[in-house]
């Protein structure tokens, strides 16, 4: 069954980096409102918001102390009503990041919860020690032990991730009723939907020590468990189901068939997830060793998830993850091209595309030399760590220019002027100096940026409803190419409706020969190939179209 947000073209806001307009130096809301003519221009018709709640921001406001408040850093309630009804008149919704795996520990269910004989002591995951130390041997998603030993009981709370992010306890029937109601309070204000974060992992079946790992000790105990499918669907049915809405989980360490019960239609959980598998090809087991892209293993993985699920997220970048171009492009010399080319690859595929703010004018890595310019917590966790084995510094230092978190936060770059017209004040993380030529003003009105190609590749899709909702079919997977198709198969009483669209993608900086005939419907190179040859350029990416029920071919 067609839904709306099968139509939807996605884009993610990081609002510390978005846009600042009071001069503090931090992104925030009446900065984004300011912006949304240019991302109605876009094409774009929804955002999704990483979170703007009050926040002691230990982890950039994923550690939130009250859902129902704006954190001053970002405006207030008003504004964030505003920003609703202001993306509303221009045919955009947003959707809210839920955090909903743990909590601040300044949340203030945490802080009567330190009282072991509050009512809210088990809305967290508090045990004893043992053996003098923490309670299981398991390992967190920022490095060390996940245990937290607090004075006052001298008992351990659980984090998966930083000590200041408390789990919550969801075999405590109250706290599901909390978030149903935090729910309630967002989506009867008018909100698109949810970004679940982490929500494969809300569920710890048990507490017992894990089998020894690399990382994550003890993740076989919390990941995509049964309980965590019982609540996705309690959650549906008590109070998504009551809205018009729609719900993207991310979902860390999942297999297509995980991914599959997560979103099966009948099952009622997700309506999509973020899968991670094509963002792990190009590293070895943890995200800190990276080994070379292969384009053919990457698109081997999204191939499969295109085959794997009805429907599901699209994404190259986000938060959390290096900048696309520098990673799965070449932000050198075909710094345009390789942008274009992964833009053409997103937008083509089956499922609701996610466009991390910036990578629509093909923003790179961080150009920082040293640690003392990262803000991120997990970066310096991770470095303190890798210090303690022994890991050289020059090596450690490589591994946070590849990998670290803050490559994709850099503030946006709107201007070639001073911190890159973010902000008047001084910019919470370093702005690129390459702002100086990667810019949303020397892109907008040149017919041959990156800018302009996202906004021909978003109108391109929103007319033809093959690249929105047609079958994937994988042709061709090499260390350079790869070609798939995208077909629709019309009803038989609408007779021209066959049609097949063939995109072919060069991941490489060489002319490359590829098979394919139709019409050329589009080419990053623009409106010079008006012909297909049998070769594409370097970083070429290339729509063909052909009608099945169409004649003979001119020959
Ligand atoms: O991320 C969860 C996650 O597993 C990773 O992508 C994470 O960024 C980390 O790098 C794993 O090594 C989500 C949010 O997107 C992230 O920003 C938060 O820090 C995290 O959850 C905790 O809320
Ligand atoms: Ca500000």
Redesign the pocket.
């Known amino acids: 069954m067609e839904k709306w947000w099968h139509d939807a073209v996605v884009y993610q806001i990081y609002p510390r980096s978005f846009a600042d307009s009071n001069g503090d130096g931090i992104g925030d809301i009446p900065g984004i409102i300011a912006r949304l003519d240019y991302l109605k221009n876009l094409g774009i018709n929804l955002i999704w918001l990483s979170p703007v709640y009050r926040s002691p921001d230990a ?2 406001g ?1 550690d939130i102390s009250d859902y129902r408040d704006i954190d001053p850093r970002y405006g207030t309630m008003a504004d964030m009503d505003a920003l609703i009804a202001e993306a509303k008149k221009r045919d955009i919704r947003i959707v809210m990041d839920l ?1 909903i ?2 909590t601040s520990d300044e949340h203030e269910w945490f802080r009567q919860s330190r009282d072991p004989k509050s009512p809210y002591r088990d809305y967290y995951i508090w045990r004893p020690e043992k053996n003098g130390g923490p309670p299981n041997n398991w390992t967190s ?2 490095g060390g032990d996940c245990w937290k030993k607090d004075e006052r009981s001298g008992e351990y709370y659980l984090h998966l ?1 930083a000590e200041k ?1 408390p789990d919550l306890n969801y075999d405590n029937p109250r706290v599901l009723e909390e978030i149903k109601d935090i729910m309630r309070f967002w989506l009867d204000k008018g909100i698109g939907g949810f970004r679940c ?2 929500i494969n992992l809300i569920h710890k079946t048990s507490l017992v020590d894990g089998k020894k790992r690399l990382v994550l000790t003890g993740s076989e105990h919390y990941i995509s468990q049964e309980g965590t499918h019982e609540i996705l669907r309690t959650l549906r049915k008590d109070v998504l189901s009551h809205y018009d809405c729609f719900t993207v989980g ?1 979902t ?1 360490f999942v297999t297509p068939q995980m991914g599959r019960d997560l979103t099966d239609e009948k099952r009622g959980e997700l309506d999509m997830i973020f899968s991670f598998e094509h963002m792990e090809t190009d590293q070895f087991f943890v ?1 800190w060793f990276r080994r070379k892209f292969s384009p053919a293993r990457f698109a081997r993985s999204i191939a499969t998830w295109q085959n794997a699920l009805e429907w599901n997220a699209l994404y190259l970048e ?3 993850q290096p900048r696309s171009v520098s990673r799965f492009g070449n932000d050198g010399m075909w710094w345009s091209q390789s942008a274009k080319l992964l833009c053409t690859l997103l937008l083509t595929l089956r499922g609701t595309p996610f466009i991390y703010q910036g990578e629509e004018i093909g923003m790179t890595n961080f150009d920082f030399t040293s640690m003392e310019q990262l803000q991120d917590v ?1 970066s310096h966790n991770i470095y303190r760590m890798a210090k303690k084995l022994c890991i050289p510094a020059s090596y450690r230092w490589k591994m946070m220019q590849r990998t670290s ?1 803050d490559n994709a936060r850099t503030p946006m770059q709107w201007t070639a002027k001073a911190h890159a017209g973010f902000t008047t004040g001084t910019p919470w993380l370093g702005v690129n100096a390459n702002h100086q030529r990667i810019n949303v003003d020397s892109q907008k009105d040149d017919s041959q940026s990156i800018l302009s190609y996202y906004r021909t590749m978003i109108a391109l899709r929103a007319s033809l409803p093959v690249l929105r909702t047609g079958s994937f079919h994988a042709v061709k997977m090499t260390k350079s190419l790869f070609i798939y198709e995208r077909q629709l198969s019309g009803q038989p009483s609408e007779q021209s409706s066959d049609e097949k669209i063939r995109v072919l993608l060069n991941f490489s900086p060489r002319n490359a020969k590829a098979e394919g005939n139709g019409d050329v419907l589009l080419s990053s190179y623009g409106n010079q190939r008006t012909t297909y040859d049998g070769i594409l350029r370097p970083w070429e990416a290339l729509l063909l179209r052909s009608s099945e029920t169409e004649p003979e071919k001119k020959r």
């Open positions: 982890d950039n994923y955090v795996n743990h998603f920022f991730f992010q974060d982490v991310e860390v995200k986000n938060h959390d997990e978190r």
